[in-house]
């Protein structure tokens, strides 16, 4: 466990919270947060993963201009519901890329563990397009992606990073409580 990864965990529950009390804040936060997430797992050979980072830290920026766009009368960030045709296209092209990226990944890399890898980097990006978007189904993809991580970082020895995975479980669980309320506030308005 180094300081960096501990680093990483504190920005990453600071960057969660914000993001369930929908602020606009959580976006510089992701910033710090991914960048010492991306040294600290291609130290350990999570080269998906790590991957995964850069493109958080992009999204990250994009995220934050369209939510600073997106605010309700009373100021509050609002929030939107993918619907059933689109739950099952973005779970059907995460699984077909899923499985693409981990066949490459243990092809052509020493990745560890890159099937593993592979479904949270994948899950993750949808998960993290879905948040930008503002879909409330985001919080569902964090729990699966949460429960695959805590699994992985444990069998890596990365202690920090599965503690902080336990607690994102928890924080997507109240997150998805949160945003329903917040939806059902935004129905009242209308």
């Not at 490459?104 to 994948?122: C, E, K, L, R």
């Not at 429960?147 to 444990?154: H, N």
Request: aromatic letters at 16%; hydrophobic letters at 60%.
């Amino acid at each position: 466990m180094s300081l960096i990864e501990a680093l990483a965990a504190l920005f990453g529950v600071v960057n969660i919270a914000l993001i369930i009390r929908r602020s606009v804040w959580n976006f510089p936060v992701a910033l710090v947060m991914v960048t010492l997430t991306g040294v600290v797992l291609w130290q350990a050979r999570l080269y998906s993963d790590a991957g995964l980072q850069a493109f958080f830290f992009a999204v990250n920026i994009i995220g934050w201009v369209l939510w600073a766009r997106n605010r309700g009368q009373s100021g509050e960030i609002m929030v939107d519901r993918l619907g059933f045709a689109g739950q099952l296209a973005w779970t059907f092209s995460a699984l077909a890329t899923i499985w693409l990226w981990g066949w490459f990944m243990a092809g052509h890399t020493q990745a560890s563990f890159p099937y593993w890898d592979a479904s949270i980097a994948v899950l993750s990006i949808c998960a993290q397009i879905l948040m930008t978007r503002r879909y409330i189904e985001n919080w569902h993809w964090w729990i699966v992606i949460n429960i695959i991580s805590i699994g992985l970082y444990a069998a890596k020895g990365l202690y920090w990073f599965t503690g902080l995975y336990i607690i994102f479980l928890a924080m997507a669980l109240l997150g998805l409580v949160e945003w329903r309320r917040a939806e059902a506030r935004q129905q009242g308005a209308i």
